[in-house]
Structure formats: C-alpha cells, structure tokens
C-alpha cells in the first residue's frame, strides 16, 4: 500500500477502534496492499477490513484460512451496504487463494447476528472458570515465571504447543513477534514458567487486566498438562492475588460464542468448531 492509502487506513482504525498509535503502527506492519479491502466515496476511503493468511491445525490436517478483522465504516457513511460489499471481496480474495475458511471475531455480541446475514457461522466457544490456589509450594519451588524472550527456542516452544492442539492457529514467527509486542502494553503479561535447575520453558501464559483490577488468563500452552496449575499458582504470586479467571476452550451448550466461520470448503471444516482460539490477534 501506498503511504496516503496507510495513512488513511490507520485514521479511520484510530477513530473507530481508539487504540494507541502503537498498537495500530503493530497491526498494520507487513500488512500487504492484497489484504486490505477498502471502498472509496468521492475520492475518500468510507469502509475498511483486512484478511490475512493464517495456517489452521484441525486434528491430523493443515487447512489455509483467512483471518478477518478490522472491519470498520465511518459512522456518516453507515447503512449503505457498503461492509457487504467488502465481505463479498474477501470471500473473492479467500477462493482466489485456495483457502478453506475465512474466521472472524465479532467485537460485540450483537455482531454475531449481523455476520450470519453473510452465511457465517458461530464456532470457538470458550468458558470463564475461577482458579484458586491448589498446588503445595513444594511442587512449585523449582519453577519461575520469567518474561518470555522473543528468541527461537521460545517461538519453538510456543509452535510445538499450538500443535499439540486438537484445533489451533499455527502463528508463522513474525506473527508470533506480533503477539509479544502486543503484551507489551501497560498491566499485560506474556510469561514463561522456566525450570530453575535446567532453564527449560515448560509452559507459557498470558494475561490481560480486567476492569475491576483483576487479571484474565488468556491462554497456557504447555506439552505436559501439569504445568497448567504451576504456571497460574506462580502467575497468583505475582498478581498478589488469591484467584484468578481463566479462559478455556468449551463446545457445550453452555459455552460462550468466541468466533465465526465462512465456510469455503466444507470438507476441510466441518468440525472445526470443536476448537478454541485465543492468539489472534484479537
């Protein structure tokens, strides 16, 4: 993209979406002219949305999709059919480029129904469950929570856990410096509980602040289940709390809907809502 169009795309982001300067300078890097979509009104860009490639694990196989997000119309120039018409674009773009799904994160609850007017469907639910403390010291004595290092034993780390999952976005490195420099905002914890003894990475966390004061576990990947529990006694220290909420896959009934899909080719998606996702970049 030219400089005017970027510079542009990132005002009405600014606008719309009020987040900081560099949050947004983060969002648009590597952004490539292909995967922004805009319409123009006299000259000036009116709506906006962007799709990027993504690899999704789903069991044994790997499916390319497109990740949808940013999707925004200048409040003026609102009921016009102007967001359908970008979403008809990134259907185009997503055929053209033999992926399988595009997935979408609707930002408020009401947005749910207005992607199932373009034949989007929920999928990725999560649940909020309350962890409180339950592993003795003895058990947790030989482990830290350190800031995790952008380097390549951690971006190892953290992609052999994304395909552990059953169901899981596969983040290429760059997308994975994304996600770090995101928590790099005020309160926010990207952490990674290390062995003392050997310095291996066992687990890695990452949390958000909440509104009351609180925290909010995002996600926790491991390869062994048993660092779940040390990695959020230690992350309680840290917070000087004494429980804190977590964030966790769930495909019942009464989950919370997390994400939609646009179905492009059935067969590679048909259970593909039996997943949770949580690192997009949301």
């Not at 952004?31 to 906006?48: C, E, H, L, P, T």
């Amino acid at each position: 993209m030219d400089n005017n169009t970027t510079d542009e795309l990132k005002k009405i982001w600014k606008d719309i979406f009020q987040d900081s300067d560099t949050y947004i300078d983060n969002v648009f890097n590597g952004i490539s002219n292909d995967q922004a979509f805009y319409i123009k009104d006299v000259g000036n860009i009116v709506s906006m949305a962007f799709m990027t490639p993504y690899d999704l694990k789903v069991n044994d196989r790997i499916v390319k999709c497109g990740y949808f997000f940013g999707a925004a119309t200048l409040p003026e120039k609102r009921n016009k059919g102007y967001m359908e018409k970008i979403i008809d674009m990134t259907k185009i773009a997503a055929k053209k480029n033999n992926m399988s799904a595009i997935i979408l994160i609707p930002a408020t609850t009401s947005l749910f129904n207005y992607y199932k007017r373009f034949d989007f469907r929920m999928a990725f639910g999560y649940s909020l469950k309350m962890f409180s403390s339950s592993v003795s010291k003895k058990e947790i004595s030989d482990y830290e929570l350190i800031g995790i290092k952008n380097d390549l034993e951690t971006y190892d780390f953290f992609s052999l856990a994304e395909r552990k999952k059953d169901i899981s976005i596969l983040h290429s490195k760059d997308q994975f410096d994304k996600i770090l420099l995101e928590y790099t905002e005020d309160n926010f914890h990207s952490l990674a509980l290390v062995d003392k003894n050997s310095g291996t990475i066992c687990a890695l966390l990452f949390a958000e602040p909440t509104d009351n004061g609180s925290f909010i576990v995002k996600d926790i990947l491991f390869l062994d289940s048993n660092y779940r529990d040390i990695s959020l006694e230690l992350f309680l220290k840290v917070i000087n709390k004494q429980e804190i909420i977590v964030k966790e896959a769930s495909n019942n009934i009464s989950s919370i809907p997390f994400a939609m899909i646009y179905d492009i080719s059935n067969e590679d998606t048909a259970n593909i809502e039996k997943g949770y996702i949580s690192l997009m970049m949301e």
